[in-house]
């Protein structure tokens, strides 16, 4: 019996059914599987534009306590690993989302194949878009993945996809130009299968929110650094209460173009790479609950209420801007 079926059966009572589900009177709802599903950053993304025209019939996260905060927010406990998972087993769908970890894979290993992109997770989503054919893969990453291996490993993305019959249209887009505060470059990809002439990504909006908007009214004295072992080191440096820095091993790096620094999933390793603040009460580092709306979410998100801070930050830093995704979710929508 394959891997994935006995997956299936362990975990069929509680997770979505691992059926085919076409059906030409529902057409015009769009069906979306979530792979490297975090805490559904793009999801939310898309659900924002799509509304009720959206339907999910997958999602696929490895990480257990990344399924609980999506469990919570989405009613819905993603599949695991994706690798383990047969592309027969996953239901029909139309557009496919996955912001999958950056990995090295070389033209050299293309050039013998289909196959031989095996063991690295966008192979995954190729397998996938392979055998059905969605009219949409969304894929976003890392702005580093352009130039990574020296364009070879986006070039094998861009070649596997196009011989499967995609039609590509990329851009590096910074959540600071979509009004969040918060400097993250990323690429975003978006491939069709049908021919799509006048697909553009979304242009720069005006930046409104700003830093001190996205701040919590309210602060736990755990997040304040007064008395603690680093207090002494940083609070010379830190004397401005609308800029955000950060601390970096032996410095303070101060971030003079009013927005946050890029966060990241090693913010929740330590908590040292989490951006730091003056207020009133003191110098403290940016809550769980301030990254995620750096981020784009909402009030309507939570974490699970017993969920570690490291693994909050983590989640946090992992996800995507859910302003960005709207903003080229309404450019597909435009073009569909
Ligand atoms: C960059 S994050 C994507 C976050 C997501 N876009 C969001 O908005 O939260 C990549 C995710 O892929 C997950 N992942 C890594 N390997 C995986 C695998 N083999 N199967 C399923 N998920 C995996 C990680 O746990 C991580 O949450």
Request: proline share 4%; hydrophobic share 35%.
């Amino acid at each position: 019996m394959k891997v994935a079926n006995l997956f299936r059966i362990k975990n069929n009572l509680e997770r979505m059914p691992l059926t085919k589900s076409m059906n030409s009177s529902d057409i015009k709802i769009l069906k979306a599987i979530d792979l490297f599903a975090g805490i559904g950053g793009i999801r939310r993304g898309f659900q924002k534009v799509f509304q009720d025209k959206i339907k999910f019939v997958f999602s696929s996260e490895i990480d257990k306590n990344a399924q609980k905060t999506y469990q919570l927010n989405y009613n819905e406990i993603p599949h695991g690993d994706i690798t383990a998972i047969d592309e027969a087993d996953i239901p029909s769908h139309d557009i496919i989302l996955a912001g999958f970890p950056c990995q090295a894979f070389s033209v050299a290993g293309y050039r013998k194949g289909f196959e031989d992109t095996r063991g690295t997770l966008f192979f995954d989503v190729a397998r996938i878009a392979k055998y059905h054919k969605p009219k949409i893969i969304f894929l976003e990453n890392v702005k580093g993945f352009v130039g990574h291996d020296k364009g070879r490993t986006f070039e094998v993305v861009k070649r596997t996809l196009e011989d499967i019959g995609y039609t590509l249209y990329y851009e590096v887009l910074n959540t600071k130009d979509f009004n969040i505060p918060q400097n993250r470059e990323r690429i975003y990809i978006v491939a069709f299968l049908d021919n799509v002439e006048n697909f553009t990504f979304p242009k720069p909006l005006e930046p409104i929110i700003t830093i001190s908007d996205l701040l919590d009214k309210k602060v736990d004295e755990k997040f304040y650094y007064n008395n603690k072992p680093l207090y002494e080191k940083i609070k010379d440096d830190i004397k401005s209460s609308d800029t955000l820095y950060q601390w970096r091993r032996h410095y303070v790096r101060e971030n003079k173009n009013n927005v946050c620094p890029t966060l990241t999933a090693n913010m929740g390793t330590g908590g040292h790479n989490v951006p730091i603040l003056k207020d009133k009460k003191g110098i403290r580092k940016l809550t769980p609950n301030e990254c995620i709306k750096f981020q784009g979410f909402d009030e309507s998100f939570k974490f699970p209420k017993d969920l570690a801070l490291s693994h909050q930050y983590k989640q946090a830093g992992n996800s995507v801007t859910v302003t960005v995704i709207e903003e080229i979710a309404k450019c597909i929508k435009n073009v569909l």
